[in-house]
């Protein structure tokens, strides 16, 4: 129905009621762009142009190792070449696909939000989409009061940053050993690994200390300038784990000093290690920031939330001249906002949490019973569906000959062996967990099952086979990359 111009909006400046607007016409579709045909065009040129225009070392890297795959679709866990070969997702998008890829109620969701034209981003009027996610995110973490949006888990890192040092007037973040918080410069001051910060100084006052050193931590907190400690629950380089108790204990340290605990839940959080959060493993830990991300964009749209306390908050935004003192561009869209709604509602229906952990522990407890039958696997750890495999110095002189040739060349190429027949054997994608690591890292859908657990451990079992047999193949494929790795010295 046509809005008369008696109810049309505010008066024009000669007083006369301001026109209603015509109703909206179809968009005409953009001359000369069709996504289908451009696809089928250009799409085989996929490494040439990411060469050529992007990354130069992405698709070098990606040839040396055989992972140059065209990938022509992808549902849940699992990927499709063009001849219709399926492949295992144990990676997951580096956990951004919590809930596998396409999921049928993220996308309706953002189908839905898209068709209904909302008024996004006006900058001038609160939207309902940023304040129900908030409030369906705030519920599942008690303690917690006030939410901001940004795109991205540096950019979550960042706004903890920024908050923790503005609330507390203090300058110094302290962060563990080996950490990894993201590549911007801020998240990047609280990074533990020297060849992400190499070249990129001066970076922001900050102090590693050793992951589950209270001793170390109370000496930096006794130097009265520390605003916060910025920690993962679990690393994700290397998949370690603090000692039980640590972050409680050290939560109580950084109080007394009046300095504030960063649980960076960008990759463990959203029901990763089997609990929404995996700081809640342990009783007793409220953090005064938490930084959330991947997950919860249902793989589609960039978000990250940076959760905190009201007096946090309040402190930042403190009077309307410091209004918008902390804000992103397309922050609180509505696409990452259905999308996050969306994967809410998927997580508690079908119960994503609890599969995480159900089927974490099997396949962490598959993959220890092979510990005793395989001299080069020496550890599987972490929690939920994040389990770290590591491998190290066999017993047999043979075997031992082998691995030192690969250590002499560089740490972590065994690993590299193992993820790169999974790969081209058996279909099955995953990635080491760091430079010069000995470890392969699991972060798979959180809605993969016992078949996928089962397909898994055969390979695995299948390629530690392999290399306890002395198998050709895998060991031909380790002196390439020997070569390799000698050449780029």
Same mark, same amino acid.
């Given at each position: 129905m046509t809005q008369s111009t008696e109810a049309a909006g505010p008066a024009e400046p000669n007083g006369s009621p301001a026109p209603a607007p015509a109703p909206a016409a179809e968009p005409a579709p953009a001359k000369g762009f069709d996504l289908a045909r451009l696809l089928a065009e250009r799409g085989a040129e996929r490494y040439e142009l990411h060469g050529r225009y992007v990354n130069p070392q992405l698709p070098r890297m990606l040839h040396t190792i055989g992972f140059d795959k065209f990938y022509e679709r992808a549902e849940g866990a699992y990927f499709w070449d063009a001849d219709g070969n399926d492949y295992l997702d144990m990676l997951a998008g580096f956990g951004v696909m919590g809930l596998g890829r396409h999921h049928p109620v993220v996308r309706k969701a953002l189908h839905d939000v898209l068709d209904a034209s909302l008024a996004d981003l006006?900058?001038?009027?609160?939207?309902?989409?940023?304040?129900?996610?908030?409030?369906?995110?705030?519920? +599942?973490?008690?303690?917690?009061?006030?939410?901001?949006?940004?795109?991205?888990?540096?950019?979550?890192?960042?706004?903890?940053?920024?908050? $923790?040092?503005? $609330?507390?007037?203090?300058?110094? %973040?302290?962060?563990?050993?080996?950490?990894? /918080?993201?590549?911007?410069?801020?998240?990047?001051?609280?990074?533990?690994?020297?060849?992400?910060?190499?070249?990129?100084?001066?970076?922001?006052?900050?102090?590693?200390?050793?992951?589950?050193?209270?001793?170390?931590?109370?000496?930096?907190?006794?130097?009265?300038?520390? $605003?916060?400690?910025?920690v993962e629950p679990i690393q994700g380089k290397g998949v370690h784990q603090p000692p039980a108790g640590f972050l409680r204990a050290a939560q109580d340290l950084l109080h007394k000093h009046k300095a504030l605990l960063i649980a960076d839940e960008v990759q463990t959080?959203?029901?990763?290690?089997?609990?929404?959060?995996?700081?809640? +493993?342990?009783?007793?830990?409220?953090?005064?920031?938490?930084?959330? $991300?991947?997950?919860?964009?249902?793989?589609?749209?960039?978000?990250?939330?940076?959760?905190?306390?009201?007096? %946090?908050?309040?402190?930042?935004?403190?009077?309307?001249?410091?209004?918008?003192? +902390?804000?992103a561009s397309f922050g609180a869209n509505a696409q990452a906002m259905a999308a996050g709604l969306a994967v809410l509602s998927v997580m508690e229906d079908e119960k994503v949490v609890e599969n995480a952990r159900r089927t974490g522990e099997l396949l962490k407890q598959r993959l220890?019973?092979?510990?005793?039958?395989?001299?080069?696997?020496?550890?599987?750890?972490?929690?939920?569906? !994040?389990?770290?495999?590591?491998?190290?110095?066999?017993?047999s002189l043979k075997l031992r000959s082998r691995w030192t040739m690969l250590q002499a060349a560089r740490k972590g190429l065994f690993a590299q !062996?193992?993820?790169?027949?999974?790969?081209?054997? /058996?279909? %099955?994608?995953?990635?080491?967990?760091?430079?010069?690591?000995?470890?392969?890292?699991?972060?798979?859908?959180?809605?993969?099952?016992?078949?996928?657990?089962?397909?898994?451990?055969?390979?695995?079992?299948?390629? !530690?086979?392999?290399? +306890?047999?002395?198998?050709?193949?895998?060991?031909?494929?380790g002196k390439t990359l020997v070569k390799q790795a000698v050449a780029n010295r």
């Open positions: 006006t900058r001038f009027d609160c939207q309902p989409l940023p304040g129900l996610l908030a409030e369906r995110l705030l519920a +599942h973490s008690p303690h917690l009061d006030r939410v901001f949006f940004g795109n991205s888990g540096t950019e979550a890192v960042e706004t903890a940053l920024k908050f $923790a040092r503005y $609330a507390t007037g203090r300058k110094r %973040i302290l962060y563990a050993s080996h950490a990894f /918080h993201g590549l911007t410069t801020g998240s990047l001051s609280v990074n533990g690994e020297d060849s992400f910060r190499d070249g990129f100084a001066p970076l922001l006052p900050d102090t590693a200390v050793p992951l589950g050193d209270l001793d170390a931590l109370e000496r930096e907190l006794k130097k009265g300038d520390v $605003a916060g400690f910025v959080g959203m029901g990763r290690t089997g609990a929404f959060y995996a700081y809640q +493993h342990e009783e007793g830990v409220e953090p005064d920031l938490v930084c959330v $991300a991947k997950a919860l964009s249902g793989g589609y749209v960039p978000v990250s939330a940076t959760l905190g306390k009201d007096w %946090i908050f309040k402190k930042v935004y403190s009077s309307m001249d410091r209004v918008l003192v +902390h804000s220890t019973d092979l510990i005793p039958k395989y001299e080069l696997l020496h550890d599987v750890r972490g929690r939920g569906l !994040m389990v770290g495999i590591e491998f190290g110095r066999p017993n !062996m193992v993820v790169v027949p999974l790969l081209q054997k /058996h279909r %099955i994608l995953t990635q080491v967990s760091g430079d010069f690591l000995e470890v392969i890292k699991l972060i798979p859908p959180l809605t993969i099952g016992e078949r996928e657990v089962d397909r898994f451990v055969d390979a695995f079992t299948a390629v !530690m086979d392999d290399a +306890h047999g002395g198998g050709g193949l895998m060991w031909d494929f």
